[in-house]
């Protein structure tokens, strides 16, 4: 039987989503769990990879097992997890289903607070100088980048992908006064490793002075890296949505 799983995390303790050998990660904080509840193997596929400390706010995840899951699985399963994981929902699935190759949207949030928060310092960047930063300008750099599909500018050097291309991109800046948050919001297809943080970097520069809009443009133009980069913190980067082409 082949179940999607819909969860959240905080990634602050974790070496991201993916298992890693000498490192914690969600995945493998997850799969012993299950395993224990389920008193079988248990092993995810998840619908991507998070880096280290990046937050998920909806993550999916699929697991195949032998029978049905037990009446109790979502409370016993929640008792065993640590706090900073949530599962939310299992659903069966037709067997041919996948958390990660069936998703045709992903959306990400970077939050940057602009007065010192001592409740999200962990879940936002703390950055005072960023209140000299314009709107117009973090939003110029947005627009922007709707205009094409292909962003080694915005990829991790020796990431190992065959490919720089991501469909569909929309990106949004807002600024909530209230909470006083700069708040990013991005979808795609898909995502390059670390890609959301070096465009929100290279924003962040524009808005300093440290780069222009022509900078960025010819950068993507000839697919080049950016002279300057800012990869920015991780505790701020949140994935918000995951979407497929049928009910989940």
């Known amino acids: 039987m082949r179940y999607f799983l819909t969860l959240a995390y905080k990634g602050s303790n974790y070496a991201g989503w993916q298992r890693q050998p000498n490192a914690v990660s969600v995945q493998e904080t997850l799969e012993t769990a299950l395993a224990t509840i389920l008193r079988q193997p248990a092993v995810l596929t ?13 993550y999916v995840a699929h697991l ?28 069966q699935m037709p067997p041919d289903a996948h958390a990660r190759y069936d998703a045709f949207a992903r959306q ?12 999200e310092t ?33 990829c991790k050097t020796h990431s190992g992908v065959e490919h720089y291309v991501c469909s569909n991109l929309n990106a949004l800046w807002e600024f909530d006064e209230v909470a006083q948050q700069l708040i990013f919001h991005i979808s795609a297809n898909r995502f390059l ?26 950068a993507l133009d000839k697919q080049i890296a950016l002279e300057k980069n800012l990869s920015v913190p991780a505790e701020g980067l ?3 949505g995951v979407k497929y082409p049928y009910p989940v």
């Open 64 to 91: 195949d097992i032998e029978g049905d899951l037990p009446d109790t699985f979502l409370i016993g399963l929640n008792s065993l997890l640590p706090q900073d994981i949530a599962v939310y929902a299992a659903t």
């Open 238 to 240: 949140a994935l918000t």
């Open 108 to 119: 990400y949030e970077y939050r940057i607070n602009l007065q010192k928060n001592p409740f």
């Open 122 to 154: 962990e879940t936002a960047w703390f950055y005072p100088q960023g209140r000299r930063l314009q709107l117009s300008g973090l939003q110029a750099v947005a627009e922007l980048l709707q205009q094409y599909e292909a962003f080694f500018p915005f």
């Open 193 to 218: 490793r670390g890609m959301v943080r070096l465009i929100v970097g290279a924003c962040v520069q524009v808005g300093q002075g440290q780069l222009t809009l022509k900078d960025v443009q010819t």
């Open 46 to 58: 998840g619908c991507g990879r998070t880096d280290a400390g990046v937050h998920a706010r909806y």
